[in-house]
Each structure stands twice: as structure tokens, then as C-alpha cells.
């Protein structure tokens, strides 16, 4: 691909002022707006759901790239789409019928991508890559914005390339969790076509300039 694309984390946004968040993030370049769904069960934290999504939905055009960090993810992935999700990934972790979500999603019109936590085998792709459209390479445990990237991350990244060209060379790797001005050129040389930034870009006093750094 010809940039890397770069997909700000509303997580580290203001809540209490959402859509103006969100239109500041588009303004200043942010190509994909990541939405990080929590449940307080598969990961100690509590986000947000469905509305927030559709609430969200007519305030931009930009493609809205739904990471669900919820247990048994089956059970809400169609109206995650229907909420105005482009595309809904879950972990493999928390899912028994990764198949059965995938298709779910696929029917009802969005893409589909699959996380993996850092201790999770990269190989946990290889059974299912053929339906996906993205590759999710968590490089901190999810759960709370601002964490440290992980050592050995960037080995991950490369492993997860080397399976995505060759099974599934139109999906892309994404890459959440410690992005910075300061490691995002590895980052993105180790394999990642997407890079999720939260404090990154949320807590920058020039957003746009955050983008273009991040953006390589």
C-alpha cells in the first residue's frame, strides 16, 4: 500500500465531547477512526457500545474500524455493524466460533478482523486468514490507553506479514497499543499497514502534525 494509514483511538479522546473529537481527528488527517468496545469482563475496563457508534456514525464519512474486546463477541457482532461498524474485529481469545462470527460479520455487510493479545501464538491466525480483512497485532495486553509498546512486538508484526502475504495478501495488519512519533517508522517497516494511536494523536497540541509524524 502507498502510506501508511493512521487510525486515532477515541478511547483517549473526551467523552463528554465525543463528536467534536472525533471531527477534530478527521480534520487533522486521521484516516480510520478506531473504536475500542469494552466490556469490564475480557478486559478490566468499561468503553462503550452500540450507541455511541450510530451516534457517532452521521457526524463523519470516515471508515469506522470497531475493535470489540468483549466475551463471546458472536452474540453482538451484527449490531455492531448495523450500528454503522465498517469493520468489527474480536479477539480469538474470547470467541469458541471465531468462523461463525466472521461470517456473521461478512453477511452483514462490514469486513472482519481478528486480535490477538501479546502471548497470544501469531500462528492463531493461520486457521482462519483466508476470511479476513484485517490482521489485529495487539503490542500492549488491552484494557487502558497509554501503555508501553512491547518488546518483541515488532518480531510479531513481521511474523504476522510473512502469513498475511502468504495467504491473504489483500488483508491488512493493523498495530494497537504504544504507537509513537518515536517507533512508529519500525512499526510500520516490520509489516503494519495501520497504526492505532490514542495519546498519541488525543494528547498532541497540534493533532494534525501528530498524524503527518506518526504517518512516516
Not at 98 to 112: E, N, P, S, W, Y
Amino acid at each position: 500500500m502507498s502510506k501508511t494509514l493512521i487510525a486515532p483511538s477515541i478511547l483517549s479522546g473526551n467523552f463528554a465531547d465525543m463528536g467534536s473529537e472525533v471531527k477534530s481527528v478527521e480534520s487533522a488527517g486521521g484516516d480510520i477512526i478506531h473504536v475500542d468496545v469494552m466490556d469490564g469482563v475480557f478486559v478490566p475496563n468499561l468503553t462503550f457500545g452500540f450507541k455511541m457508534i450510530s451516534d457517532l456514525r452521521p457526524l463523519t464519512k470516515r471508515f469506522f474500524d470497531v475493535h470489540l474486546m468483549i466475551v463471546d463477541p458472536v452474540r453482538y457482532v451484527e449490531r455492531f455493524v448495523k450500528s454503522g461498524a465498517d469493520l468489527v474485529s474480536f479477539h480469538v481469545e474470547a470467541e469458541k466460533e471465531v468462523d461463525r462470527a466472521l461470517d456473521i460479520i461478512k453477511a452483514a455487510g462490514a469486513k472482519c478482523g481478528l486480535a490477538i493479545n501479546p502471548d497470544t501464538p501469531v500462528e492463531s491466525f493461520k486457521p482462519y486468514i483466508k476470511k479476513l480483512d484485517l490482521l489485529l497485532v495487539m503490542s500492549v495486553f488491552p484494557g487502558f490507553g497509554g501503555q508501553k509498546f512491547i518488546d518483541g512486538s515488532l518480531e510479531r508484526i513481521a511474523e504476522a506479514k510473512k502469513l498475511r502475504d502468504e495467504y491473504a495478501p489483500n488483508a491488512l495488519i493493523e498495530v494497537d497499543g504504544g504507537v509513537t512519533v518515536e517507533n512508529c517508522k519500525e512499526i510500520a517497516a516490520a509489516g503494519a499497514d495501520i497504526l492505532v494511536a490514542g495519546s498519541s494523536v488525543f494528547g498532541a497540541n497540534d493533532r494534525a502534525e501528530a498524524i503527518k509524524q506518526l504517518r512516516g
